[in-house]
């Protein structure tokens, strides 16, 4: 059972920046790919970003590649997402997912329970 939490979210103007973070229980963490998912309101919740347990697969949305970087400390089971220049279209609510394996797919293990993002224009 993998546990995760996260934290870093909030209310940012257009054009700044925000980082998540997601800590994961357990003593397997090297084991599973991470990734950040979100949900706007109204839309169904879509993939953001994912990051294989040594980068070696790391992937990211069109609409986030060369704003958002995913990195991981596997030293300290935290997953994060530094978001910049932040547009009124990332307002949702990012979950972290933990998928066993080298990818995140749309049906991960396990789900955070998500944090709010609000970007004001």
């Known amino acids: 059972q993998v546990q995760l939490v996260e934290s870093g979210g909030g209310l940012v103007q257009a054009g700044g920046s925000v980082r998540l973070s997601c800590v994961a229980s357990?003593?397997?963490?090297?084991?599973?790919?991470m990734g950040w998912f979100r949900q706007a309101p109204g839309k169904e919740r879509e993939f953001v970003a994912a990051r294989s347990w040594n980068g070696g697969n790391t992937n990211y949305a069109d609409s986030v590649k060369g704003r958002f970087t995913i990195s991981r400390d596997n030293t300290k089971n935290t997953v994060y997402l530094q978001m910049n220049s932040l547009k009124p279209e990332d307002t949702a609510v990012y979950y972290c997912?933990?998928?066993?394996?080298?990818?995140?797919?749309?049906?991960?293990?396990?789900w955070g329970p998500g944090t709010q993002v609000t970007v004001s224009s």
């Open positions: 357990g003593r397997t963490f090297i084991a599973y790919a």
């Open positions: 997912a933990a998928e066993r394996g080298l990818v995140v797919t749309t049906t991960p293990d396990y």
